[in-house]
């Protein structure tokens, strides 16, 4: 039991026309039609296993049923039709199998379980897969950043905030806190994995039908499935599939955060760093000259698509009874959705991050030769003297003034009747200097990277 | 140029393992990749053919380029992961058509065109297509609706509001409800329809490489594909696709209001009506004696995802400049899904309602012998001599006791000591009918009849 | 009856820490507690009248109920807390008024109404209102876009696709998209307010208790209310509120269209055009140079909460019977919150649009001297020469060459051995002159122009 | 510093005409904009002292800070209309602040600190504060569940799934599945609140202003605020605002899943649990007789606007640079309103559950006397001997007889030619006995109260 579908079989179901775009391979692969079937294949084998390790069923019924187990052996797009029937393709499913399976052991498929059952544990395994994918797109990502982040510590670029130059950073300490975000992200994720529960609770929750067996069949196919035992049935109690959404959302912002900046920074405007090129990439359909931003582009659509599922799978939450009429059927397509789509934003993040094409020279152009991002500084620096407020006004002006002007902003500094006096030439330069005024930019870039040695050790 | 793709074609491509469970197959087809693939190149076709109407390309260009725009030749799922490099499907499609055509018809390929008009415009057909299905849904949805509230204008049950018993109410007029709402997403579909945009403005919205023959080119293009001209390009004008998507959204919506009405009459202990009945359908994996409602249920979880898309598709209208990154992107994906659902949801109501099995019987013993939905008339009718509060108060109470000691509410109303002076037996017995108490109910079916007979005339 | 508060008294009611940084002072107004109570007092009011009218009630008790129904003799916050009890507010509402209104006239308080009909009509009056004065900035809105249409024909600056430049074209073709958007926004408004329906179903949507008068009751509660009459009440079928909702959303995502793309020109590195400035606008708490995208960043804030509340309202169409448990009581918060939020990004870009400072010599640079941007037009000319294919590569190349060379694209393309032979220097000048390739620009201004002349004709 | 609000001043602001119905006291006074204003004054005195305690500033210059933090002081309503120029209310506040200061402590006002750093610490103050409410309902919610899962044990009902009777259970296995759930959120609520971080990152996230004290500064803020230190500021890193709202969206579904259960079971024709009664709650504006679910509405409408506010705050994660333009003035406003409509979702569950009247023999006697429930239990029973699939549709057959002809269901079982020979009376009535066929149930309802007293021990 694997979670990791067969890639050569698995493309035959058709990968899409748009959905490649949003998305990565592997969680194609880990979420497609054929991953489905065979995870709910698996979670009917792993339970008739369980059975007959409780003794529950007979050795050889779960050997017969494990036989017909594999996903090869059935067709998705009929059992997605045949579904409409009983509103799951889990019914369909049942019957399919048990046509496979010989008597008398066809009488033990399914023993004990509902439908609810079997597709929970399955899509609990299929988040399991789609998780571990998304963790590897984490891994690579958290690597690019803290390259970046160590390699670029004193690469100096303007820090932009509401889109406008504001105080000069390292690149950096952005890369850092791509890193830092990252490894936030795959906390969540390294935390969610284990919890995975299984879910087992018959036709309403109580496992009546295994009479006193219940507790046992439960922990040996925990056993089987390696996912985690649960307190009780959750049917109709969804808070893990609450949480799963919340995280993958959050993987998918996360990541399409990073693309947004890498967008802005490759503006033709700024050209501060690009995306890493490939034969074909970023290529315009009719304009010659473009290198669009891509990788970005994709990872930032995958996100928009992400944030409109979550609220889908936490209304889920408000089942009713026994069973959701609703709720829950609305939650398979949602989370395999949801699944690609933090993957696609997560795995182009990386592909950025790993090649992303830096240009300090531009960096350090765009940072203004002429100093006014360093006004703060300079209004701070005469406020003791002038106070605060003036110093602000001043100092504010003598920017506008070199702007307009496109004299230096030392120039406009030295020229004002009441900041002049306070600010002699050497002063000037040192206040000026961006070098010096990073504060405590390296103390936040060692954080991160320490915070990335701990995340994955050795 | 249809928009209806061949089914026996289509289905090759995969109607997947939940997909169907949600929708019908008319929108399955109808949003299929194997759909949108002939959407795509019956674009690129009828523009060269207006093109060469115009007389901007040869009209043998036209030809060659014509007879290579059928999808069967084309690989959706290659062309999906080819569209990587560049984020959309158009380029490598343009690539491949132009392979295929000869020279020098070659060179007249996707002329003047932009990978945005290609897609906007096929996407623009592709929801013709789908709105086309939808209306016939709700053309049977409508006809049932009317057909209910004509056949039981006299079928008295307990009106609930709150899921609590309210008034009498004629289920007709419950009916006449269900169908006023369908009428109402009718014409907000037939509405849409033909004002759908076809999308023209080359690589910036200027149609700058048609030089002059821009308006032209547009016109005829108009006419080959039967689609609107819009005022000016709409690439980061997204007005038409949001108001699409609140469209869908409510036919969704009013759908699944219907299926929670019938799930909730559905219930056991209300059973006043039931979905139609088919073989298997609604069956339970464990349980025999079941029948759930698997329609209603089908709709409910189809309007779930379709509420959650539609935000997607609005926030597409903050779009970048001349051509989105990502939010352009995002679109593609979230319109066919919301195609589906809404198509789904409105498709299973009209299934619910063309065979709705409707017990008056059980309707008129809910309405409950005892006469206690009618307290709010016996209040108003002494509230004159007692003053209304009182009236209330004590009506209330006279309720609550007939409730706990299951006396008839008339008995508990003659033996008050305020009330009782005030109602005679006549009086009770006139004021205690709800035959006689449903105010202005027929001309309410009345009305949403002939609204139905005006909305399809002949 | 207005529906416009008035404005010294409603903001004693507190206009909130938040609220006002994203919506308007109009807007607020429209929708604060003082104008829904009023609003919900107005109906009551006009109930009175139009049943005295139909003589339902005697005239002189609607006149002792229309002198107590001015929303400053009731207190807001302790109608919302005594609400909790029933779960509206119009319960504890109509206790108030009754206790204000002498008897006789008393017991005709909220004759023949539920507490929804009184709050439905309350909401299509708050609707109405603030939809007025959204238009009003659609108004202003459409004026500004306009004149800079009209006004930046001929200032070209560089059109972009994914955030890079594409080809030329005119700033005025950028202000008639923005233009062709707020037209059609003000068009579905328009279209929204005369339909605005009245509610009036009574307890379970049958006006039973008012017998036989129901329709003359509503038609005439139609004339006091000036709101339309609906085909059936619709206190479960709420395709006008999704319709609203749609609507409102649409206009945001319009506003914060035109918001984003400002906030892109401003930056430091485009500084294209720039909000208009006001004393203390856009300052920074601590940078005395920065000039902040305040108005923009303020309408996209409101947008982005906007697309929010969408799903919410549409939800609500899936309501229980004949009143819903939920998802009625989740609309009022929902479209208050939305109106505003909708108020508020129309009226900053109205702000933004009306006073933009445009500095076209900045776009001339930015189009790049060295013309690359029209590198399709080149490959376009000699396409028919070498074959679209090479064309476009070499054209391609040396835009590449000159990106990195820096000197003259014109220079790299005449120097190229294919392309060189057909690129004379007088045809180059030519091509790279972007006045000449700007293909339907100023039909679509033309258009744009003529279409905003018959919004709001006169 | 205490989060808590005075209550006495605090509704001075108004609790408004709308939102107390979706929400507590408790939560309306800990987010109202006394309460955030208070919290800004707090982190701007919280500020001074901890500069002071590091030195960077006289101490008393932080004690004269300290004076003039009092919210009593100042005008939220002037801010909020003051904020717009810049875009938050921290701008005009510490302008107040500082007029309010004495020179030369005035200085020293927000010294090193940029706007962001006081809102989002602020936030965290406000959220810390919200969560300790809705975890106090959290702790109602659970005891109430507690005490119906002991209390109930054996009270048998029918378990429904898809709205349909499906199973028995006892009732007190429901309530051990929304204890369960009660505790899962407990114990993300507990997780989140001590790891709630102050944010410090002066103007671009580098703490220039503040040189070599950066980090003393903060670790001295931590211990004033009793906020986390984060690993780097986390101004344009919103996960933890993400997953804050990831927590609350949840605990509002689980909440109104519970309500939801309750609203279905107070249906009349159901009618087995009522919310805990109370003078005037759940009364009709016009209908004597009425009792609704206000405690389950309003929570099911609170949860309903809950789910909408998610998706808006997870965006917000996809922020510009180093301070986002839009995304992150859109978190106030919703993350207020989700801690409200969280706590009032919680705060009304809690009601309900532990005031539940529960009615044991109605649930008793829509069990279904006739045993149909049972039907999965004999149709295993005699499925060895006549086959699984014959076994069922028998069986279902026997159960729609009985339905049909209101015979028993074991009269028609013993009835049936094939499965008769294999039930004589005594196993059928044995097979029958609903209290027999409860599975795990007894060890379910164990499991959640051995949980609950682990989740608050002593």
Redesign the interface.
């Given at each position: 039991l694997t979670g990791e579908p067969d890639a050569a079989v698995s493309?035959e179901?058709?990968?899409?026309?748009?959905?490649?775009?949003?998305t990565t391979d592997a969680l194609l692969l880990a979420t497609s039609?054929r991953a489905?079937?065979q995870a709910l294949l698996d979670v009917e084998c792993c339970l008739a296993v369980a059975q007959a390790e409780v003794g529950v069923i007979p050795k050889d019924a779960a050997d017969a049923i494990a036989e017909q187990c594999d996903a090869g052996d059935y067709d998705?797009?009929q059992?997605?039709?045949d579904?409409?029937?009983?509103?799951?393709?889990?019914?369909p499913l049942?019957t399919a199998l048990?046509a496979r399976v010989p008597a008398p052991a066809?009488?033990w498929v399914?023993h004990g379980?509902?439908?609810q059952d079997i597709l929970d544990t399955a899509a609990m395994l299929i988040t399991r897969g789609g998780l571990a994918f998304i963790d590897a797109d984490l891994y690579r990502l958290a690597a690019g950043a803290a390259g970046l982040a160590a390699a670029h510590r004193t690469t100096l670029m303007?820090?932009?905030?509401?889109?406008?130059?504001?105080?000069?950073?390292p690149f950096g300490?952005?890369a850092?806190?791509w890193l830092?975000?990252t490894?936030?992200?795959h906390t969540?994720v390294a935390r969610l994995i284990p919890g995975l529960p299984l879910q087992l609770g018959?036709?309403?929750?109580?496992?009546?039908?295994?009479?006193a067996d219940?507790?046992a069949v439960t922990a040996a196919l925990a056993g089987q499935t390696g996912l985690a035992e649960p307190?009780?049935?959750?049917h109709?109690?969804?808070?893990r599939i609450?949480?799963i959404?919340?995280?993958l959302?959050?993987v998918a912002?996360?990541a399409?955060?990073i693309?947004?900046?890498v967008?802005?920074l490759?503006?033709?405007?700024?050209a501060e760093a690009l995306e890493p090129a490939?034969?074909?990439?970023?290529?315009?359909?009719?304009?010659?000259?473009?290198?669009?931003?891509?990788l970005?582009?994709?990872?930032?659509?995958?996100?928009?698509?992400a944030?409109?599922?979550?609220?889908?799978l936490?209304?889920?939450?408000?089942?009713?009874?026994?069973?959701?009429?609703?709720?829950?059927?609305?939650e398979?397509?949602?989370l395999?959705?949801l699944l690609r789509l933090a993957g696609g934003a997560a795995g182009r993040a990386a592909d950025i991050v790993e090649g992303l094409e830096v240009d300090p020279e531009r960096m350090a152009a765009?940072l203004?030769g002429r100093g006014?991002?360093l006004?703060?500084?300079v209004?701070?620096h005469v406020?003791?003297e002038v106070?605060?407020?003036e110093?602000?006004?001043r100092?504010?002006d003598a920017?506008?003034r070199s702007a307009r002007s496109g004299r230096p902003f030392a120039e406009e500094l030295s020229g004002d009747p009441v900041l002049g006096p306070h600010l002699d030439t050497a002063t000037l330069t040192g206040l000026l200097d961006p070098r010096t005024?990073?504060?405590?930019?390296d103390?936040?870039i060692d954080?991160?990277l320490e915070?990335h040695r701990q995340a994955w050790p050795g």
């Amino acid at each position: 039991l694997t979670g990791e579908p067969d890639a050569a079989v698995s493309w035959e179901a058709g990968s899409g026309l748009f959905e490649p775009i949003l998305t990565t391979d592997a969680l194609l692969l880990a979420t497609s039609d054929r991953a489905w079937l065979q995870a709910l294949l698996d979670v009917e084998c792993c339970l008739a296993v369980a059975q007959a390790e409780v003794g529950v069923i007979p050795k050889d019924a779960a050997d017969a049923i494990a036989e017909q187990c594999d996903a090869g052996d059935y067709d998705a797009d009929q059992l997605g039709r045949d579904a409409r029937a009983g509103g799951n393709p889990v019914i369909p499913l049942v019957t399919a199998l048990r046509a496979r399976v010989p008597a008398p052991a066809r009488e033990w498929v399914h023993h004990g379980a509902t439908s609810q059952d079997i597709l929970d544990t399955a899509a609990m395994l299929i988040t399991r897969g789609g998780l571990a994918f998304i963790d590897a797109d984490l891994y690579r990502l958290a690597a690019g950043a803290a390259g970046l982040a160590a390699a670029h510590r004193t690469t100096l670029m303007a820090g932009r905030t509401l889109l406008q130059p504001a105080l000069p950073i390292p690149f950096g300490l952005k890369a850092a806190g791509w890193l830092a975000a990252t490894l936030d992200n795959h906390t969540a994720v390294a935390r969610l994995i284990p919890g995975l529960p299984l879910q087992l609770g018959g036709a309403a929750g109580t496992l009546a039908s295994l009479g006193a067996d219940g507790a046992a069949v439960t922990a040996a196919l925990a056993g089987q499935t390696g996912l985690a035992e649960p307190l009780l049935p959750w049917h109709t109690a969804r808070q893990r599939i609450a949480e799963i959404a919340g995280v993958l959302g959050t993987v998918a912002g996360s990541a399409a955060k990073i693309a947004l900046d890498v967008a802005l920074l490759m503006q033709a405007e700024v050209a501060e760093a690009l995306e890493p090129a490939a034969p074909g990439r970023g290529g315009s359909s009719t304009m010659p000259h473009k290198r669009n931003p891509v990788l970005a582009t994709e990872a930032l659509a995958a996100a928009r698509r992400a944030h409109g599922l979550v609220p889908t799978l936490q209304a889920s939450l408000v089942a009713e009874h026994e069973r959701a009429a609703g709720a829950w059927h609305a939650e398979w397509g949602a989370l395999t959705d949801l699944l690609r789509l933090a993957g696609g934003a997560a795995g182009r993040a990386a592909d950025i991050v790993e090649g992303l094409e830096v240009d300090p020279e531009r960096m350090a152009a765009n940072l203004d030769g002429r100093g006014v991002l360093l006004a703060e500084r300079v209004a701070l620096h005469v406020a003791p003297e002038v106070g605060r407020a003036e110093a602000a006004a001043r100092v504010g002006d003598a920017a506008a003034r070199s702007a307009r002007s496109g004299r230096p902003f030392a120039e406009e500094l030295s020229g004002d009747p009441v900041l002049g006096p306070h600010l002699d030439t050497a002063t000037l330069t040192g206040l000026l200097d961006p070098r010096t005024y990073l504060g405590s930019s390296d103390l936040f870039i060692d954080r991160a990277l320490e915070a990335h040695r701990q995340a994955w050790p050795g």
